[in-house]
């Protein structure tokens, strides 16, 4: 097989990268085709734990990688003013408490707190008090399993890991060229894209296409038509801007997603800046005031001009058509409210790994990418809906959208069950576990009306004993640990002199 990759952003290197690294024998060769005259989308700085998996599969080393892309460690997201105005809560990466008698923990607090204070569901993961206490350590660093159950992804400068996976895949043989995509040819049997032109007039065939173009579709839409499947009667914002600031001294490590009147802002960490955006529905929200609430609410001086994105939630009909692959906002888009988008480049990858064709594509195969990849993309849907429709905010427009909504049915069931007695409907695909809608539904104030019945069979005092434990476990450990700052000097993978300094 020949592989071309149109587009060099974070989709098309990442491809580069894992294709060339886990198909040596199968691929004959890997062209990636990329425009710096049209440049790249450029944000895109928080990610999900899963990326780590895909780093140590490329072989990847975590202090030099952090070190090259001024990554931070990330625990979770903190959500402000989402539930109501002044709640916050943060969304970590694992459980809360440990069972008790083979029964969730969070059943069991559901009952505590009928009969007195005994904290909320953050007080009982190690890494959101970690992140609320700007302190890290590694899982395997816990000393009790309490203190090792938890995830922990990056934040790092897009821009940045693109280039480093460029150094990585042209050493593994990929070769970049230089262009913009003017023309196609397909053959008129198979429909296939038998090669593309570029503006000099070079010709490039391949066997397999991968479309890495971002929102413009090159291949996937404006040659195939793949068709979108448009989602933004459930997720309505569709603008964005974006603005780098100083850092102050704290190096946090979590995400802030701040809800506002007619969307919500980021903000995000890095080494040497932190990234910042607002995302918004423009019916209700003009740009001008759109960015005056970005830059009204920066941690510290703005670095550059903010930047405008436009986009429309939703997803192709088809990731895969013909011999043509999309990967990457060429896919479809969702708003970076949980940080998917990275994740589901890797999901695309991963996908794609496992149903590389032999030697000619297949329409099972073809089939079987595309379910896959459709219950990904809704399942991500199912889940940023909730964080807009779990709330008693009716103070705007956008908010009372979204309290007359009609959810989808997959949702409408996952909160019924939650309701009735607080358990989680099993997905069959999905990044987001159990425990990442408990921490929204409790966050965001949805509470169960009865708990696990089987919660009454344990001893309530041995409950109360256990529960002060687990507290105490945490909340020494984070005290002995380092602050995120020391630790990221201690393994290596500060990068400049201004994160020396910080605390
Ligand atoms: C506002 C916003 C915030 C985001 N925040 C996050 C986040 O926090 N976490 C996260 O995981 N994701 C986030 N994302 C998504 C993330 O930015 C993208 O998923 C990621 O950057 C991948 O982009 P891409 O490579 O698909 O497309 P792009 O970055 O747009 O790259 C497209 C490539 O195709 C090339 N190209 C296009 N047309 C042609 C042509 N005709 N000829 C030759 N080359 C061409 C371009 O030159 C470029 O190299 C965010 C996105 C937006 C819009």
């Known amino acids: 097989m020949r592989v071309c990759i149109l587009g060099g952003g974070t989709a098309g290197w990442m491809t580069a990268s894992a294709l060339s690294k886990k198909l040596k024998n199968v691929i004959n060769s890997i062209t990636l085709v990329e425009s710096e005259s049209i440049g790249t989308v450029g944000v895109g700085e928080a990610t999900l734990p899963h990326i780590r998996l895909f780093n140590e599969g490329l072989g990847i080393e975590e202090s030099a990688f952090m070190k090259q892309t001024e990554a931070t460690f990330k625990l979770g997201i903190e959500f402000c003013d989402w539930g109501r105005l002044g709640d916050s809560y943060i969304h970590p990466f694992g459980d809360f408490g440990q069972s008790i008698n083979g029964v969730a923990f969070y059943q069991h607090l559901l009952k505590l707190t009928k009969h007195g204070d005994y904290g909320v569901l953050d007080d009982y993961a190690f890494g959101i008090s970690a992140a609320k206490n700007n302190k890290f350590q590694l899982p395997k660093g816990g000393k009790t399993p309490l203190q090792q159950a938890f995830g922990y992804a990056y934040q790092f400068d897009a821009g940045l890991y693109a280039k480093y996976l460029r150094r990585f ?12 995509v003017v023309d196609t040819v397909i053959n008129e049997k198979s429909g296939d894209v038998s090669s593309i032109t570029l503006d000099d007039g070079q010709q490039i065939s391949a066997d397999l296409f991968i479309d890495c173009s971002g929102f413009r579709g090159v291949l996937i839409e404006q040659v195939l038509k793949s068709g979108y499947q448009d989602w933004s ?11 780098p600031c100083e850092r102050q001294t704290h190096l946090s490590p979590y995400t802030r997603a701040t809800a506002r009147q007619a969307g919500w802002q980021w903000r995000i960490p890095l080494q040497h800046r932190t990234g910042n955006g607002h ?8 740009d001008d005031e759109a960015v005056s609430v970005l830059l009204n609410n920066l941690d510290g001086p703005a670095l550059g001009e903010p930047k405008q994105l436009f986009f429309k939630t939703g997803r192709r ?24 988008s990275i994740h589901l480049i890797q999901e695309g990858i991963t996908n794609l790994l496992e149903l590389f064709p032999h030697d000619s594509t297949s329409p099972l195969d073809i089939s079987e990418y595309n379910s896959r990849m459709s219950l990904q993309f809704e399942r991500v849907r199912d889940f940023l809906l909730l964080h807009y429709v779990a709330t008693k905010r009716d103070d705007s427009e956008m908010w009372r959208y979204f309290t007359n909504m009609t959810l989808p049915d997959s949702l409408q069931q996952k909160i019924q069950g939650w309701l009735h007695r ?25 509470v169960p009306q009865h708990y696990d019945p089987r919660v009454d069979c344990s001893n309530f005092e041995q409950v109360k004993r256990q529960s002060q434990a687990m507290r105490a476990d945490i909340a020494g450990a984070v005290q002995n640990a380092k602050s995120h700052a020391d630790f990221l000097k ?8 201004e994160l020396l300094r910080a605390k």
């Open 422 to 446: 607080g358990y989680i409907q099993r997905y069959q695909f999905g990044a987001f576990l159990p425990p990442s809608w408990i921490a929204v539904m409790m966050g965001q104030n949805l």
């Open 169 to 180: 895949s042209e050493s593994n043989g990929v070769r970049r060229i230089e262009g913009k």
């Open 233 to 243: 009667n459930w997720l309505p914002c569709n603008r964005a801007v974006a603005v």
């Open 317 to 340: 009909n088809h990731f895969w058509k013909n011999n043509v692959v999309a990967i990457g906002l060429s896919a479809g888009f969702l708003e970076p409210l949980e940080s998917t």
């Open 490 to 497: 201690a393994i290596g993978a500060a990068s400049n002199t």
């Open 279 to 286: 995302v918004y529905w423009n019916e209700y929200i003009s």
